[in-house]
């Protein structure tokens, strides 16, 4: 591809474009490809550029498909009493511009933009401090940084290697162009009211190396971005710099490009079995797999079948956090999501939808973790209506003459759930839900909206109970940290509110009130503290065990198939595999870049 370019003088060759110790891609169980050829894949809105740093997955460090964190961009790094970290990077590695990538970006990022109160207001990213206290951050050379707080800071490194990552350098050759500190024209025209544009929203603009909607920021991912949105086609290029090699020391990525494909998220199943995507799994639902695969042979795919890794396929968030007062005491009381659980049959919802091939279970970790124990996955969680109408009667929830319950304030005990509107497959086990809830008294109803209202809803309070898929991490070791346990972020739905008080250090939100709840905050900060490996175990038990006694949010089903398609003569992609947001970034932790066509 770069042949002519190289030729014309317009790249160096590929020896002195590689950095001098590149990483090496161990291709077990797969074999050595070739150069060439373009990668279609389909996403149905235009801020999926972000799909090409996903699943790019170049990270400071990063997930092995074990779970391992190894150096990706570093060369290599050191860990020292779970607090002090240092990195060494590659030398002769550069941005996609070919500008060298060192230190200096990594101090650009740190005093110039996270420590910066016109572009950070807030301050560093919470996840770079620990009881408020930043690092000491060290520059020792080119190539040598080290971070270094007083306490241990375990959720660094995943953070770094996560799906969505804290990135910690940006390219400050291309960066300084729009900072007052470094531009004297940008300075001049913030000085004297001359900017149509404030100069911190002009440089967060630019600087957006997630997203990738920026064709002009350099990158170390192996396809870079070419397009600028809004479009409908985004076509990726490799990057002639990209740090990776194959084992016989040729250039990574194999493919010249990678283009996303803009459609409705509807359509993408039909255009996927069409033929039009060489590789996807975005969008594509167990439900579409007999479909496609009838029509793998005609359009020249393989349908695979890899498995999801989230604690719940589909869960239930009963909101602790409602406005409502009478339905906020009915919620915080155990019994009635203890009920809530043992009145859905999981058997049937996994039969008619999931063909037997689901896990009937809580949203828990899943058999694959070293963690797991059977108890986890069954408490509360076997049909039981009996059992259920029991814990109802209890709290004198009444029924009337329909056989419907009542509030203790009188009204009919009708539970409106709502979804995002984006799932015809949560509208179908939602149904499923409803039939065994009315035997036990309770009217279920589901309401749909868009994503941004649904979320905000909830944020709110307004909404009762809400549905989404289950914990993000469901192979879980004693090492991971077990924030989604605990109330940590404003995105858990059946506590926002508890969990906007931890990320706004308690300025907005409301401090948790629930002793459990109480108690997991806390266990967290244990866990965040130590560095024994057999207190982190038991911390995760412990924690593991409240969730499922306490039923804060209601598992259905979980290891549900996602279907993968693979054009047939696509090589390197897993036959097993699991698929997973974080850790996982979907296809980033098998390394597309080592995905090849056969000519």
Do not use: C
């Amino acid at each position: 591809m770069f042949k002519a370019d190289v030729a014309a003088g317009k790249l160096p060759p590929v020896e002195k474009r590689l950095p001098q110790n590149p990483r090496v891609m161990p291709l077990a169980g797969k074999v050595m490809g070739h150069h060439g050829g373009t990668v279609h894949s389909l996403a149905g809105r235009s801020r999926d550029t972000r799909l090409f740093t996903i699943y790019g997955y170049a990270r400071l460090v990063g997930y092995q498909p074990d779970l391992r964190i190894v150096p990706d961009i570093a060369e290599s790094f050191q860990v020292v009493e779970g607090r002090i970290f240092t990195f060494k990077l590659r030398k002769g590695h550069r941005w996609s511009d070919g500008h060298p990538f060192t230190t200096e970006d990594f101090r650009y990022w740190w005093e110039d933009v996270a420590n910066n109160k016109e572009l950070s207001p807030s301050g560093p990213p919470r996840d770079m401090l620990v009881d408020g206290e930043p690092p000491k951050v060290e520059f020792l050379n080119e190539t040598t940084v080290r971070y270094t707080w007083t306490k241990p800071n375990p959720s660094f490194l995943p953070r770094l290697a996560g799906t969505s990552p804290l990135f910690i350098f940006r390219p400050a050759h291309y960066l300084k162009k729009f900072h007052k500190k470094y531009s004297a024209k940008v300075a001049k025209a913030d000085a004297d009211g001359t900017a149509k544009r404030k100069w911190s929203a002009v440089h967060n603009r630019m600087d957006n190396m997630y997203e990738a909607d920026n064709p002009d920021l350099p990158s170390l991912q192996p396809w870079v971005n070419t397009t600028k949105p809004p479009a409908d086609r985004f076509v990726a290029v490799r990057n002639p710099y990209f740090h990776r090699v194959d084992m016989g020391g040729r250039q990574l990525p194999y493919a010249d490009r990678f283009i996303l494909v803009i459609v409705d998220s509807k359509l993408i199943a039909a255009k996927t079995g069409a033929g039009e995507a060489d590789l996807q799994a975005r969008d594509l639902n167990f439900n579409n797999y007999t479909f496609l695969k009838q029509s793998e042979k005609a359009n020249g795919y393989r349908t695979l079948l890899w498995r999801a890794a989230k604690g719940s396929h589909i869960a239930l968030f009963p909101n602790l956090n409602v406005n409502d007062p009478v339905w906020r005491k009915v919620l915080r009381d155990v019994r009635f999501r203890r009920a809530l659980s043992l009145a859905i049959d999981r058997s049937l919802v996994n039969q008619v939808l999931y063909f037997g091939l689901a896990i009937e279970a809580n949203n828990t970790i899943l058999p694959g973790s070293p963690l797991y124990r059977d108890s986890y996955k069954d408490t509360w969680a076997r049909y039981d209506r009996k059992q259920a109408n029991r814990l109802l009667d209890e709290m004198g929830l009444k029924r009337g003459l329909d056989g419907i319950r009542h509030l203790p304030d009188g009204r009919n005990l009708e539970l409106i759930i709502e979804t995002a509107g984006e799932s015809s497959e949560q509208t179908d086990v939602l149904e499923l839900v409803r039939e065994t809830w009315r035997e036990v008294g309770i009217r279920a109803f589901s309401k749909p909206s868009q994503r941004e209202a649904f979320r905000n809803r909830i944020f709110a309070g307004e909404t009762v109970m809400s549905v989404w898929s289950g914990l993000e991490n469901g192979l879980p070791t004693a090492e991971t940290s077990p924030d989604e346990l605990a109330p940590t972020s404003q995105l858990q739905l059946q506590w926002p509110k508890f969990g906007q008080y931890y990320e706004t250090s308690a300025k907005v939100g409301e401090a948790p009130d629930m002793s459990e709840v109480q108690e997991l905050a806390d266990l967290y900060q244990r866990w965040r503290r130590s560095t024994n490996d057999e207190e982190r175990e038991r911390i995760w038990h412990r924690m593991l065990e409240i969730h499922v006694e306490q039923q804060y949010s209601i598992g259905i089903v979980s290891g549900v198939p996602q279907p993968v398609i693979a054009r047939a003569t696509l090589m390197n992609v897993p036959g097993v595999a699991f698929y997973n947001w974080d850790p996982g970034a979907f296809f980033g932790i098998y390394h597309p870049d080592t995905f090849w066509f056969k000519q």
